[in-house]
């Protein structure tokens, strides 16, 4: 395989990764701003682990995503008092508050960013890839999977069924933030060179974007949206300067004709 | 008394919308709940199920002090109702909106991670899905519920409310927006949980439908009882008169 074919592949697993642990938060009603707060906790937690106790690399990525689903189960406390642009607003700041945090801790490199040398192959970071894949698969067809849907549509009612909706939300911004923490340990460990600059806002709506475009409604929507956002700036290489240009009128105009995302329910289709 | 409220009070803001209520319920029994638009009725349910905290006043279920109980476990103790305005979850199906309901008879994390969703092989699936079958919406299972008709819906959130298997169900103007073919469907279907044990507790406008399938009403107005009696003495009752139509004009 040729270095540029896997690398493609090895950012679609990963952005495959990234689009699930914004699409967690999101179907539990939750627009998660700060995805990439826990892709840096993980990428850098990670990073530690292996540069400074010379652990290998899985478990190192294994302990950082515990590392960023306990952050996410803490914040998720504070956070998921707000509700709709507000709760946006809190990931926002979250968002500033960890990557302020890491440009200043020079134990980690500061601002110069942190190269970590020990390597995750492409073969392992696909393995991991399809296993968030199948979990979330599998998470869907659970009660679980029914309830985040119940709670985002009606808490009140989704109370009165029996269900704790705050339990059911802070269980999903978590298992997004342990998704998010698993795409940073393998970004850091394959790229062996992360800066905290990339993990900013920006980055966490990118995600979030790509979550939108495949749609909310299904499984399926995160998968070909993480696919078109991957592949589709590849293709439109040949025009070099506009290709960005390009990808985001396109951006625009699926996102007008399809605003519920490309893949929804089968009976939304009729209507 | 299968369910029982004791000089209940509930205000919002300055004003008083029930006021020291007292209602029991006796286990099989039908009631219905009746008064003008504001009497309360809503609010009463609302207190009932942990919607709104009391102000005074105490709930009993089947004899066990539930007032304080916070309102997500009303429902495993037997409690279940439907919504006036249908709130069936718009983004699941059919039998998704029933199976939501499965949940408090076998509660806890263990449960949430079971799997419910492969094929009709699954125990709690089959279950929903034969409930929708006695009540005739079996080809609407796998619909998403948002999409369906006033009348579909309202049949929905009625398997729903019983898939929690409840000993007392509360319905919020059951026979609301519906045609009298539906309406006669919805006595028939009420009457046949109702010989199942259920206690029935109804707010309901349409007089003829209460007068059929209900043993007793109770009536509110500004959130007190000015009323309880059978049904058919209802329209003698001046003071009940006086709440609906205004207070009589004498003749000079």
Not at chain 1, 32 to 61: D, W
Not at chain 1, 192 to 210: D, K, P, R, T, W
């Amino acid at each position: 395989m040729s270095g540029y074919l896997e690398s493609v592949l090895v950012l679609l697993a990963i952005n495959i990764i990234l689009a699930y642990a914004a699409f967690l938060p999101m179907v539990a009603g939750q627009l998660n701003l700060g995805v990439a707060a826990f892709v840096a906790i993980g990428a850098y937690s990670a990073g530690y682990l292996s540069n400074s106790f010379g652990l290998h690399p899985v478990p190192a990525a294994l302990m950082a995503v515990a590392i960023a689903a306990l952050t996410g189960w803490l914040v998720a406390f504070p956070i998921l008092r707000t509700r709709g642009i507000y709760l946006a607003l809190a990931t926002f700041a979250l968002n500033q508050v960890v990557q302020g945090t890491i440009l200043n801790l020079n134990v980690v490199g500061g601002a110069s960013g942190y190269p970590v040398p020990a390597h995750i192959g492409f073969p392992v970071v696909a393995a991991f890839s399809l296993a968030v894949i199948v979990l979330v698969f599998l998470a869907f067809r659970t009660r679980f999977g029914i309830s985040v849907t119940a709670v985002s549509d009606d808490e009140r009612v989704a109370d009165l069924m029996g269900l704790s909706v705050r339990g059911v939300q802070s269980a999903a911004f978590t298992a997004g933030a342990a998704l998010a923490g698993l795409a940073g340990a393998l970004y850091a460990h394959h790229f062996n060179y992360i800066e905290a600059q990339n993990y900013g806002v920006l980055f966490s709506i990118y995600i979030v974007l790509y979550v939108l475009l495949g749609g909310t409604q299904t499984v399926y929507g995160p998968l070909l949206g993480a696919a078109v956002f991957t592949l589709l700036p590849e293709l439109l290489r040949g025009s070099a300067a506009w290709r960005y240009v390009i990808f985001a009128c396109l951006i625009i105009a699926i996102m007008s004709l399809r605003p519920q995302g490309v893949i929804l329910k089968r009976a939304w289709f009729s209507k | 008394m299968v369910l029982e409220i004791r000089s209940l009070s509930k205000s919002f803001g300055g004003l008083k919308v029930i006021d020291a209520l007292s209602i029991g319920v006796e286990r099989g029994e039908r009631l219905a709940l009746i008064g003008p638009n504001g009497a309360g009725k809503t609010t009463v349910f609302n207190l009932i199920t942990g919607v709104y905290p009391v102000d005074a006043g105490k709930i009993l279920l089947e004899g066990n002090d539930i007032t304080a109980l916070p309102s997500r476990y009303r429902i495993r103790r037997g409690l279940a109702r439907t919504f006036q305005n249908i709130r069936l979850m718009a983004h699941l199906t059919v039998i998704e909106n029933v199976m939501i309901a499965q949940y408090p008879r076998a509660p806890g994390a263990a449960a949430m991670l079971q799997p419910v969703g492969f094929g009709r092989a699954n125990r709690w699936r089959a279950e929903a899905r034969a409930a929708l079958a006695e009540a005739g919406l079996e080809a609407y299972a796998d619909e998403p519920a948002g999409a369906l008709p006033y009348g579909i819906q309202k049949r929905v959130e009625l398997v729903r409310a019983l898939a929690a298997a409840p000993r007392v169900l509360l319905l919020d103007e059951p026979a609301a927006g519906l045609n009298a073919a539906e309406t006669e469907a919805l006595h028939q279907a009420l009457e046949a949980i109702a010989r199942r044990g259920v206690t029935l507790v109804v707010v309901e406008h349409d007089m003829q439908f209460v007068g059929r399938l209900c043993s007793r009403v109770v009536v509110l107005n500004f959130g007190c009882k000015i009323a309880e009696c059978a049904p058919r003495d209802i329209h003698a009752d001046g003071k009940v008169r006086e709440a609906y139509l205004g207070a009589e004009e004498h003749a000079a």
